[in-house]
């Protein structure tokens, strides 16, 4: 690794074969023999031509070591690494230079640890060859605080070793930033947390840097109110989405950070991931869906059995009557016709000119000729109406009708009529339908109850963006295809659409874009957990603001083996 590289170094495992315990003995007693004591002078010993670090003393461990209690052996820094960012450009090109020519340098120097606070030293640089299975030459160093005589007189030295404790073991992310809300020191928890190796790597850098735009911009926001009201936020949960789209939890605390004349220089928070504690709310709050969902589907299934019951009795007689009319009256009609032709022919009979007229008056009033036309077509109608109103009872009976609690094949073409003919009063009205039913289509093992659920919810949802469109006209479409050994359901909408902060939030339980009493916000968590859960399946959704959605479900034509294993047991 050069020593002029403009980047902060990487930090890797150093290989520790290098550093045998010989060697070891060696460095301490050249810097003990140049007056460096290791308990309260900094030293330091760089191999070349690298300047890679080859010994730390005791005291440098606790000055650069940002994981406390390990051995400097175990990091690898080379010397430009712990030269301050202020005193960088003077070591480059003054100090540095000065060693390669004169092998030695003494002065002032601020170094940085590693946890990117800085130090000013008195440094005293020189090389110097060490013997061993062969001769190598390395760069010593030592360093004394200033101004004091040593590190633990050193004001504020006790308050950085308590702050650098708690920074190195708290399990909770701890942070402090600058104005700009940018860090000016994170716990190692948080460190690891960015993927980063060392602590001094995080400052300088915002959360637009480690997290997803929405949450890094709802953070600056709320330390940008906190900087100028000197409000403190407590116990806030976020919901932090990550630049790789993981997304996990905190409550955190945000408090104006002070300087010494009590002036807000910044902001400093602690937050403490309960992404577990969200993640047992999200199945309790399932348990909860799945519950409801049961109950109401008991319930829907008990009043639409009830309703399909009481419509079906009246209808049959109804019904009935209609075909007995319909016959009855093809057999009047060929009365009518012959008593029509009579007429005709009694018009030529003097004694019957009287009862002719009077025949012939009554068929020109009533009309006759409209009625023999209309009555059939009015008794079609009629009958017509009926198996309509047959085919809406029996598929409220199916869809209504519990399903046996292990999966059995299912024609989903025929759920999917099933479900439209249910749902028919909520979209007539809004949209027309486009169907494109695969009639190849496999039979699919599921459960179909919670299957039709699935389908309704779809279905009402695309009503619904539909109707909050300013023309409150659309179209939805169905379609159905077998791919590979899935097959497919897509249900499309001309809707409003949604825009990505919304489509990102659609399976949380609870969560509702619809005005109160439109929507409970479960129906769509309820549909992913049917579908992923119950049926190992899987939902994608694509919409666009202003032009609409598609929901594509994808379910396994056979149930998977472990599926089958649960049925087996439950049995």
Not at 318 to 323: E, G, K, Q, S, T
Not at 557 to 567: G, K
Request: glycine share 8%.
């Amino acid at each position: 690794m050069a020593v002029f590289e403009e980047n902060d170094a990487e930090f890797r495992s150093v290989d520790e074969s290098k550093i045998d315990t010989v060697e070891i003995q060696k460095f301490s007693d050249v810097l003990e023999g140049r007056g460096v004591d290791g308990k309260k002078s900094l030293g330091v010993v760089f191999r070349y031509p690298d300047m890679e670090v080859a010994f730390v003393n005791a005291i440098g461990r606790k000055i650069l070591n940002p994981h406390q209690g390990r051995s400097l052996a175990a990091e690898r820094f080379v010397l430009r690494d712990i030269v301050s960012v202020q005193d960088k450009n003077r070591f480059d090109s003054g100090i540095f230079t000065m060693l390669k020519v004169t092998g030695q340098w003494e002065g002032k120097l601020t170094f940085r640890d590693l946890w990117g606070g800085d130090l000013p030293l008195a440094i005293r640089f020189w090389n110097e060859a060490i013997e061993g299975e062969k001769k190598e030459k390395f760069l010593f160093c030592h360093g004394e605080p200033i101004p004091c005589s040593s590190f633990e007189t050193l004001r504020g030295w006790k308050d950085r070793e308590l702050l650098l404790g708690l920074l190195a073991h708290s399990k909770d992310a701890i942070y402090f930033k600058d104005k700009e809300s940018r860090f000016l020191r994170a716990s190692s928890s948080l460190i690891q947390r960015f993927g980063l190796t060392h602590p001094h790597e995080v400052i300088g850098k915002t959360d637009f840097h480690f997290f997803g735009v929405s949450h890094a911009s709802e953070a600056y926001e709320d330390e940008k109110r906190i900087i100028e009201t000197g409000e403190m936020i407590i116990d806030k949960e976020e919901r932090e989405n990550w630049d790789n789209e993981e997304v996990t939890w905190a409550s955190t605390t945000k408090l104006p950070l002070r300087g010494v004349d009590g002036e807000i220089i910044g902001t400093f928070g602690i937050s403490k991931d309960i992404t577990k504690k969200k993640e047992e709310e999200e199945v309790r709050k399932e348990l909860e869906v799945r519950l409801h969902l049961a109950q109401r589907l008991e319930a829907i299934g008990s009043l639409a059995a009830g309703v399909a019951h009481e419509i079906n009795s009246p209808t049959q007689f109804v019904a009935d009557n209609v075909r007995f009319l319909g016959d009855a009256y093809r057999d009047i009609e060929k009365v009518l016709s012959a008593a029509k032709a009579l007429l005709e022919k009694a018009k030529g009979i003097e004694s019957l000119g009287t009862e002719c007229g009077q025949l012939e008056s009554a068929v020109d009033e009533v009309d006759l000729d409209f009625l023999q036309e209309e009555i059939p077509e009015s008794i079609k109608q009629s009958a017509d109406g009926l198996k309509q109103i047959a085919k809406i009872v029996s598929s409220m009976k199916e869809f209504s009708y519990p399903s046996s609690p292990e999966k059995c094949k299912t024609d989903l073409n025929h759920a999917i009529e099933n479900t439209l003919n249910v749902a028919r009063n909520e979209w007539k009205g809004v949209a027309e339908l486009d169907l494109d039913l695969d009639p190849e289509l496999p039979e699919v093992a599921c459960l179909v109850d919670e299957i039709n659920q699935v389908l309704l919810n779809l279905i009402i949802n695309a009503t619904h963006a539909i109707a909050a469109t300013e023309t409150r006209q659309g179209s939805i479409g169905v379609r159905t295809f077998s791919l590979g050994g899935n097959v497919c359901i897509e249900i499309s909408d001309t809707g409003v659409g949604m825009s990505e902060d919304v489509k990102s939030r659609i399976y949380e339980p609870f969560f509702t874009t619809k005005e109160v009493g439109k929507g409970t916000g479960q129906g769509l968590a309820m549909v992913r957990n049917i579908i992923l859960k119950s049926h190992r399946g899987e939902i994608d959704c694509e919409s666009e603001l202003g032009k609409g959605t598609r929901f594509c479900v994808t379910l396994p034509i056979e149930a998977p083996e472990e599926d089958e294993a649960v049925s087996a047991e439950n049995s």
